[in-house]
């Protein structure tokens, strides 16, 4: 029998280091900008929309809608083999802006547009850093 391989684990640099943080503290953060109150995810170091570098870490509440989805049948990577179905989707929480992740804890052939979520974090072997996803609300 093939070991299993493991999944990736994010390795966080100065601009993201505060988001990963919050993710093992159970927190979604993302960045509003001082100057014109743009939310932005993911971290860079300037606001996408006026260029700005007064940038705010902020705790969103977690909640969101399915924009878009797609199910998995076949890993990309041998780590998600044993997941598969899964469903990759992009997820537009109540604050203003998207973000990628996996949808956990249901059926893919549950998963609709416009379904609403909540965000969870799961764990990842060998490592204590938590990657947020999303779950049904």
């Known amino acids: 029998m093939a070991e299993v391989q493991a999944k990736p684990v994010p390795v966080p640099d100065g601009v ?12 979604f953060r993302y960045q509003r900008c001082g100057a014109c109150g743009k939310a932005q995810f993911y971290a860079r170091s300037a606001c996408m929309q ?12 977690g909640g969101g809608r399915i924009a878009s ?4 049948h076949r890993a990309a990577l041998p780590s998600f ?7 990759l ?9 998207r973000f990628m992740c996996n949808v956990l804890h249901c059926d893919p052939a549950t998963v609709r547009i ?4 909540r965000v969870c974090f799961e764990s990842r072997a060998g490592s204590e850093q938590k990657v947020p996803q999303v779950e049904p609300a």
């Open 114 to 117: 416009g379904m609403p979520v």
């Open 50 to 61: 006026c260029r700005a570098t007064d940038l705010r870490w902020q705790k969103a509440a």
């Open 89 to 97: 989707a992009l997820v537009d929480l109540d604050e203003g802006f």
């Open 81 to 87: 083999a044993g997941d598969v179905p899964y469903v």
């Open 16 to 27: 993201s280091r505060p988001y990963w943080e919050g993710a093992n503290l159970g927190e």
């Open 69 to 72: 989805f797609s199910v998995i």
